[in-house]
């Protein structure tokens, strides 16, 4: 009998059903990822060498598809236009896997796509005139609070169950809040509005 025509896997099906696991689960494991895929454990290393490869293929899956979806640089022309619509884009983005973030914040950046995103936030700020030092501060905060964001996607509109007698203050808050959206949505624009007007500190004074 012929080979078949496509192979049974590659890095990329691994890498979303990895993905998938992740989503479901929280994490995988390789026996895991084996059945999911319906081969054996030693079938995935004939196409990657193990977990931290695969955590950066889960990466380069979520910043591919990111990419695609061609959100992140709607806005502009001002920088502060495009850092914030760059913010918003990813935080969506990641959102949608917020379990494989404690993964993917574990291991350094390699693949090409993750890569590409962080080097258009890090145009926007070179383009400016920002110090190396303050291009680094501004691309690392900007993603520390987009990263914080996309996991409070995943949680509870009400995060908080205060108790009216142990946490008045919480408690009277929450049950006295009318925002006309969304908590994690209203307060991350809140957020990076904060962040851009620091960084429109930083470069002045550059």
Known sequence: MGRPRQ??????????????????????????????????????????????????????????????????????????????????????ALGRHAKAIPLLVGEAVTDTATLEIYEHLAAVFVEQGFAANDVVVAVTVLDSFMLGSALDLASPETAWLADPDAQPALYGAFAGASLGGPRSDLSFEVGVAAIIAHLEALVAQT
Request: aromatic share 10%; net charge neutral.
């Open 7 to 92: 192979a049974i896997l590659s890095p990329e099906k691994i890498y979303r059903a990895a993905l998938e696991l992740v989503d479901e689960f929280g994490d995988f494991t390789l026996p895991g990822l084996a059945k999911r895929l319906s081969v054996s454990p030693s079938s995935i290393y004939h196409h990657v060498q193990g977990r931290p490869e695969i955590i950066n293929g889960i990466r380069s899956v979520i910043g591919s598809d990111a990419l695609a979806s061609g959100d992140f640089f709607t806005a502009g022309p001002a920088w502060q236009d495009r850092a914030a619509a760059w913010a918003r884009s990813y935080r969506t």
